[in-house]
C-alpha cells in the first residue's frame, strides 16, 4: 500500500512541477485529440524541421493515430491561443515512454517551453505508472545536450550510428544521423530537482585543458581527463558549422562518434555537459541519479 501511496504523491508532485513549468513559460500545455488542432501540430513540426522528401517529420496521420491510441501529443499555446510547440511521445511493450519528437517554434528556445513540454510529458507518464522516459538526439547539438543531461536529468551510455540513415531535413542538411539514447528516470532524485528548475550544472575542472588527451578539428582541446572523469567537447552551434564548414562538421561527427564510442565501452556515462558544449563521462559505478 505505501508503495502505492508513493507512486501517487510522485505522480502529484510532477502534476504540479509540471503546470508550474507552464506558468513560468507562460503557456497552457494540453493532451492534444481534436483534428484540425492535430494538422496544426503538423504544420508547426515543419515550421521547426522544414520538409524531406519524406515529407513531414510527422504527418498528420500519424499524429491523429497516436492520440487516437492513447499516446501522447502534448501542445503548448500562447495565452492568444497560438501554438508555439509540442511533443509526442508513444509508450514501448517495455512500459517506458519513447518521445519521438519534441520542438518549439524558432524565436523562443529560450523562453521555457521546451522545458514545460517535457515535464507535462513526465508527469503524464507517471500518471499512468511509467517510471523511464527515452529518445534519441544528436550528440553534436551540445545545447540539446545540455538540455537532456542537465537540465532534465538524462543519461545516456548508448551510441547509435546513422541511425535514421542520411538526414535530409532543412536542420540536417544530408549529415550522418549518429544520435544517442537518453534514459531519463523520472522518479529519480536528480529528475525530481530538476524538475523543480534545479539545473544540475557541470563545469569543466580548472587546469583540466592542461590535460588534453585530443584536439578537435578547431585545433582545440576535445578531450580531457581529470578527476577521474572524461571530458569532451561538442562543436557549440554545429548547425552554423554544417552551413559554413561542411568537411568540418563532419570531421566533428568522426571524432566525437570515436570517443564517445570508446568511452561507452569503457564503461562510462555521459551524466553532464556544460554550458560551453563539454560531455562529462564518468565511470557507471560512481554515477548518481
Known amino acids: 500500500m505505501s508503495l502505492n501511496l508513493d507512486a501517487h504523491s510522485s505522480a502529484e508532485r510532477a502534476q504540479f512541477n509540471a503546470a508550474s513549468a507552464a506558468a ?3 503557456v497552457r500545455i494540453v493532451d492534444e485529440h481534436h483534428r484540425e488542432r492535430l494538422q496544426d501540430i503538423e504544420g508547426l513540426l515543419v515550421a521547426i524541421w522544414g520538409m524531406s522528401p519524406h515529407g513531414a517529420p510527422i504527418p498528420f496521420d500519424l499524429l491523429r493515430s497516436i492520440s487516437h491510441a492513447g499516446c501522447n501529443v502534448s501542445a503548448a499555446y500562447t495565452p492568444e491561443g497560438v501554438l508555439c510547440g509540442a511533443a509526442v511521445a508513444i509508450v514501448s511493450p517495455e512500459g517506458s515512454t519513447y518521445s519521438l519528437i519534441a520542438g518549439v517554434l524558432p524565436g523562443i528556445a529560450d523562453k521555457g517551453v521546451g522545458f514545460a513540454l517535457k515535464q507535462h510529458q513526465r508527469a503524464w507518464s507517471l ?4 517510471e523511464t522516459m527515452t529518445w534519441t538526439f544528436d550528440p553534436l547539438v551540445s545545447r540539446n545536450a545540455r538540455f537532456n543531461l ?47 528548475g534545479l539545473v544540475d ?14 584536439y578537435g578539428p578547431d585545433s582545440q582541446p576535445a578531450l580531457v581527463q581529470s578527476e577521474g572523469n572524461l571530458w569532451c567537447r561538442a562543436p557549440q552551434d554545429i548547425v552554423a558549422l554544417r552551413g559554413s564548414d561542411a568537411q568540418e562538421a563532419a570531421m566533428w ?14 564503461g562510462y556515462i ?11 563521462l564518468t565511470p557507471a559505478a560512481t554515477t548518481t541519479q
Open 24 to 26: 513560468k513559460a507562460n
Open 127 to 130: 500518471a499512468r505508472g511509467i
Open 150 to 196: 542537465s537540465k532534465l536529468g538524462g543519461v545516456t551510455s548508448e551510441y547509435e550510428r546513422n541511425f535514421y540513415g542520411a538526414m535530409q531535413d532543412d536542420i540536417n542538411a544530408d549529415d550522418e544521423s549518429d544520435r544517442l539514447v537518453v534514459i531519463w528516470p523520472l522518479s529519480s532524485e536528480r529528475s525530481v530537482r530538476c524538475s523543480e
Open 201 to 214: 550544472d557541470v563545469n569543466l575542472p580548472q587546469g583540466a585543458l592542461n590535460n588534453a588527451l585530443e
Open 253 to 266: 561527427r568522426l571524432q566525437l562518434r570515436e570517443v564517445l564510442e570508446t568511452a561507452f565501452a569503457s
Open 270 to 280: 555521459a551524466s553532464g555537459v556544460t554550458r560551453t558544449g563539454w560531455y562529462k
